[in-house]
C-alpha cells in the first residue's frame, strides 16, 4: 500500500474545516487508495484549541482506514513540517468597524507568517491552496513569503465561483450540471470574478447559442454567481462551508490527480498569459496532468470579457498594492 502524505488544514476547528477535514480522512480528495496524516492548525486560544480537541475526537471516531495520523498545532513551523499538501483555511474575518485595509493587514501578518513557515519546513513540492480570505491576496503573500518554494505551488481557490456557474448554467438549460464543460472563471474570487461561458460546451455543443442572451449574462447570471456567497449569508445565517470544503476538495482532487482534458478553474501566479501581470494571484481556466496545471491557450477575448477582466485585475492590484508595505 501507498506511503502517507502529510496534509496540513489551517483553521481546521472553523466551519470549513468541520466539512473538509472528514473528506480528506475518507479519501475523497487524494484518492481511496492514499493514506493520509492530518497536521491540523489553529489559533492557540484555549478556545479554539479545544474545539480542535474535539473535531479529532470525532475524526478518530470515523475510523477511517486511511487515516493514519493527527496531529494538533498552534504553530505553523510545526503544522507545516514535511507537508506535501497545505489547505490554508484560517484567516481573520472582518470584524465590526473594520477597514479593508485594516483586513488587508491583519491577514498579511497571518499570510507573511504562514508563507514563511512553509518555506522553512514543508516539502519542497508542497501543494498551496489558499481558502481564507482575500484568498486571491492571501496566496500571493504567501508566494511572496516563500521565495525558495516554486512559486508554481501557491494557488487561491477559485474553484467554488467555478462550481457555482457550472451550477447555474445547468440550471438554465435544465440539465445535469455534469453535462457543462469548458467553463472559466477569471481574475479574483470576489464579486468582480468573471465567470465566463462563451467557450463552455453542453454534451457538445456551445452553451451560448443554447442561451443566447447577453442581457441573462449580465444582468442575471454574473451578478448571482458574483453574490452567491451573500445569498447563503442571507439564507442560512451563516457563510458557505460545505460547498467551500467541497471545492476545495476538488481543487485538490483535480490537482493532484488530473483532469483528463477538462477545464478548471484555479486561482494561480501568472506566467503573463491573456495579458495577467507576472505573479499576479489570478483565476485562469487550467487542465492539470501529472501534478501539474496549464493554461488552457488561445482563447479569444471579445471587448465585454476584457472589460470583465480588467475590473477584476485592477481590484486584484489594489489589494496588492495595499500591503506591498509589509511583505
Ligand atoms: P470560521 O471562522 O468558522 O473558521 C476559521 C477558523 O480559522 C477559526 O477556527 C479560527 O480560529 C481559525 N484561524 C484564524 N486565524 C488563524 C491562523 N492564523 N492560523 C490558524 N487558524 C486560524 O470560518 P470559515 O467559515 O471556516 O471560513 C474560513 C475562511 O474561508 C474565511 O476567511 C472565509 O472568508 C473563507 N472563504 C473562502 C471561500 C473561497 O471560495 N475562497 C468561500 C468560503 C469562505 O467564505
Known sequence: ???????????AAGQIGYALLFRIASGEMLGKDQPVILQLLEIPAEKAQNALKGVIMELEDCAFPLLAGIEAHSDPMQAFKDTDYALLVGARPRGPGMERADLLAANAQIFTAQGKALNAVASRNVKVLVVGNPANTNAYIAMKSAPDLPREN???????????????IAHKLGVPVGDIEKLAVWGNHSPTMYADYRFAQVNGKPVKDAINDQDWNANVFLPTVGKRGAAIIEARGLSSAASAANAAIDHMHDWALGTNGK?????I?????????????????VTT????YSVVQGLEID????GRIDKTLAELQGEADAVKHLL
Do not use: C
Request: without cysteine.
Open 1 to 11: 500500500s501507498k506511503k502517507p502524505v502529510r496534509v496540513a488544514v489551517t483553521g
Open 154 to 168: 501557491f494557488t487561491a481557490m477559485l474553484r467554488l465561483d467555478h462550481n457555482r456557474a457550472a451550477s447555474q
Open 263 to 267: 477545464w478548471v478553474t484555479m486561482g
Open 269 to 285: 501566479p501568472s506566467n503573463g498569459d491573456y495579458g495577467i501581470p507576472k505573479d499576479v494571484m489570478f483565476g485562469f481556466p
Open 289 to 292: 496532468e501529472g501534478g501539474k
Open 303 to 306: 471587448a465585454f470579457s476584457q
